[in-house]
């Protein structure tokens, strides 16, 4: 298997801006989500896939933030006019059902100036 | 609310002392333990899942252990390549259809000195 992979590994923009990353899950898991780490924390918790079905969302998940996946497969998570408490590191993860492990990407770290 | 809470937060060890991290957890109900190590810069690297209490799992250097309220990450004569942040996260079980996240703690930062 390949991992899940994410784009850009590093994102810096100016307050303001739109920023939009990718998430490419392993191939036959179902199953993706966000979540969202800043320095010193655990990853919490953002959103979640089942195939194009977004099933829930947190409250951390404003209406600034959306998430898609088209067609099942790859997600994107954009930013809208981004804020200076939105630089974190964003992880994505997959699995292949619902007690199975998620396994995660290497993250994209936003830095908003 | 879920909750999870790791000790201790940091912790310096010599090369081949052997030592515990703990992971306390409040939830409904459980329907795993993980255990997942994270370099710097990196996304967590999975090692371990837990579904009951008294269930055990090894991997090299590394053994998990579950309660019914905490989880211990055991290490045994460690290196110094197992410097890292571990971090312990539950999956609680939901009365919500679909509900997926993991509940993670802060992680506790591991650092082997040579």
């Known amino acids: 298997d390949t991992g899940v992979s994410q784009d850009p590994r590093h994102k810096i923009t100016k307050r303001g801006q739109n920023v939009t990353f990718r998430c490419d899950p392993i191939s036959e898991h179902n199953r993706l989500y966000w979540y969202r780490q800043t320095l010193g924390q655990g990853p919490e918790f953002l959103t979640y896939f089942q195939n194009e079905a977004q099933l829930e969302k947190s409250r951390l998940l404003s209406d600034r933030f959306s998430a898609e996946r088209p067609k099942g497969s790859f997600s994107t998570l954009e930013i809208q006019r981004t804020e200076q408490g939105d630089s974190a590191m964003y992880l994505c993860?997959?699995?292949?059902?619902?007690?199975?492990?998620?396994?995660f990407g290497p993250g994209t770290r936003l830095t908003v100036l | 609310e879920d909750q999870v809470t790791q000790s201790p937060e940091a912790l310096r060890l010599q090369e081949g002392e052997s030592s515990s991290l703990n992971c306390s957890y409040t939830v409904s109900g459980l329907r795993g333990l993980f255990w997942y190590r994270q370099d710097p810069g990196k996304g967590p690297e999975f090692l371990f899942t837990?579904?009951?209490a008294g269930e055990e799992k090894e991997k090299e250097r590394l053994k998990a252990t579950l309660t019914k309220k905490e989880s211990f990450l055991h290490i045994t004569a460690p290196k110094p390549e197992d410097s890292a942040t571990y971090l312990c996260?539950?999956?609680?079980?939901?009365?919500?259809?679909?509900?997926?996240?993991?509940?993670f703690g802060q992680g506790t930062r591991l650092t082997i000195n040579p």
């Open positions: 996260a539950v999956h609680p079980r939901s009365i919500i259809q679909g509900a997926q996240k993991l509940v």
């Open positions: 837990l579904y009951s």
């Open positions: 993860a997959s699995s292949r059902s619902l007690t199975d492990t998620q396994y």
